[in-house]
């Protein structure tokens, strides 16, 4: 088992900046491939981000791409997400995800791919 969570979150107005962290807690960390999903209201839930184990390999959706900024520290067992020029739009509960091993990145952006999930933090942008 790995145990996921979330903090970071809060409320931020347009054009500003948040950090959110993920710690894990359970199994070894750096074999585990990260991913960042987010789901605002009335709305399904879709990915953010991803990160390979290694930390070299990183995948974001358009939406947040030149914005946003996955990374990881195995030394500490935790994922960051660096959300900068937040937009209204990016108002979601943000969930980070571990799955054992990488896979191909159009796997790695759906959800069911990943084994374990942490328990969300709310992230508010005003305009």
């Known amino acids: 088992q790995v145990q996921l969570v979330e903090s970071g979150g809060g409320l931020v107005q347009a054009g500003g900046s948040l950090r959110l962290s993920c710690a894990a807690s359970?199994?070894?960390?750096?074999?585990?491939?990260m991913g960042w999903f987010r789901q605002a209201p009335g709305k399904e839930r879709e990915f953010v981000a991803c990160?390979?184990?290694?930390?070299?390999?990183?995948y974001y959706a358009d939406s947040v791409k030149g914005r946003f900024t996955i990374s990881r520290d195995n030394a500490k067992n935790t994922a960051y997400l660096q959300m900068n020029s937040l937009k209204p739009t990016d108002t979601a509960v943000y969930y980070c995800?571990?799955?054992?091993?990488?896979?191909?990145?159009?796997?790695?952006?759906?959800?069911?791919?990943?084994?374990?999930w942490g328990q969300g933090t709310q992230v508010t942008v005003s305009s």
């Open positions: 990160i390979y184990t290694s930390g070299s390999t990183t």
């Open positions: 995800a571990a799955r054992f091993g990488p896979k191909s990145i159009a796997i790695m952006t759906l959800g069911p791919s990943y084994d374990y």
């Open positions: 359970g199994r070894t960390f750096s074999n585990y491939a």
